[in-house]
């Protein structure tokens, strides 16, 4: 094979002779495995996302209970916070020069 | 036009749970992909590995809920994936490209028996075919992949500069670079083939 360097069609021609080996027979099945490998280890995350945009009944549903879940839990705190509160006026009042104290006594509603 | 109309049908309908439509893409384009990433990274067995990433990978996006079809072909699409899936590995492998030859078994060439003729002509194509990968692979990567797109797949310039991401102009400095250096490094070989 003789070549004018100069010429691009020349260039081209001997270019093409580097060939591409064809896929293999089962490429496609190859793929179709990873794709399945793929899906069957993504993040528990992921799948639970997945399945959420697939069904979102099923997604606000869980919504809600975790939002009931939630406000009742913050409930349960806030309550538990009022003898907290009571405590928090106390050291306002012992320490009124304090900027704590000061922002103490604020919180609990009553003046340093 | 039309094969990318049906390329796109193809997409709706993989989006909407058709695995024969995926079978069909992967049809089309399945030896194009995999032709193109051999010629960056001249390995066999790797370039086929990669070929099969480009494809889950696609099908994983065509699954996404905010995937959107892009304005380019869906060919052009591939091979965005499959040029980010060989530079990937070419990166991560952190060696010159040229490394893959070391590990080149004798089977993982794109020449074997069946290709006919003497076993001289078998030798002298081979020879050749080595020759030719090598320059390719002294080519720096967006040069080469450029040329590759251009001179295997008849990709025109604007379609090379939506893969490369690119402008135009930069494409065909690209190739034109990547032509005048091999035309210097092929002048050799091509004179004593």
Redesign the interface.
């Known amino acids: ?3 004018d ?2 010429d ?1 069609s ?3 021609g ?11 027979g089962n ?2 099945q ?3 495995r ?2 399945r490998l ?1 899906a069957a280890a993504a993040p528990t995350y992921q799948r639970v996302w997945g399945r959420m ?1 697939a069904q979102p009944v099923v997604a606000y549903a869980l919504l809600l209970v975790l939002v009931g879940v939630a406000g009742s839990t913050l409930g349960a705190r806030v309550n538990r916070k009022d003898s907290s509160l009571d405590f928090a006026r106390r050291v306002a009042v012992l320490q009124p020069p304090t900027l704590a104290g000061s922002y103490l006594g604020l919180y609990a509603g009553g003046s340093p | 036009m039309v094969q990318d109309e049906q390329d796109r049908e193809w997409l709706a309908r993989i989006r909407a749970g058709d695995d024969h439509a995926f079978d069909a893409l992967m049809d089309r384009y399945q030896r194009p992909v995999l032709a193109f990433i051999f010629r960056m990274v001249p390995d066999a067995a790797a370039a086929e590995d990669m070929a099969q990433e480009t494809f889950v990978k696609a099908y994983r996006a065509i699954q996404r809920k905010r995937f959107r079809p892009t304005k380019a072909a869906v060919s052009t699409w591939l091979f965005q994936i499959a040029r980010n899936v060989a530079r990937d590995a070419l990166r991560k492998a952190k060696r010159k490209p040229l490394a893959f030859f070391d590990q080149m078994p004798e089977g993982s060439s794109a020449f074997s028996a069946q290709d006919g003729g003497s076993p001289a002509e078998h030798a002298a194509a081979h020879e050749l075919q080595q020759i030719i990968s090598q320059a390719l692979q002294r080519l720096p990567a967006d040069q080469r992949s450029a040329l590759i797109l251009s001179v295997y797949h008849e990709c025109s310039q604007a379609e090379i500069a939506a893969i490369l991401r690119c402008s135009i102009k930069s494409v065909e400095s690209r190739i034109y670079r990547a032509r005048n250096k091999l035309d210097a490094w092929l002048r050799p070989a091509g004179g004593g083939v």
């Open positions: 094979m003789k070549m360097t100069h691009r020349g260039l081209d001997l270019l093409q002779a580097h060939q591409a080996p064809a896929p293999r490429f496609q190859h793929v179709w990873r794709i793929r945009q």
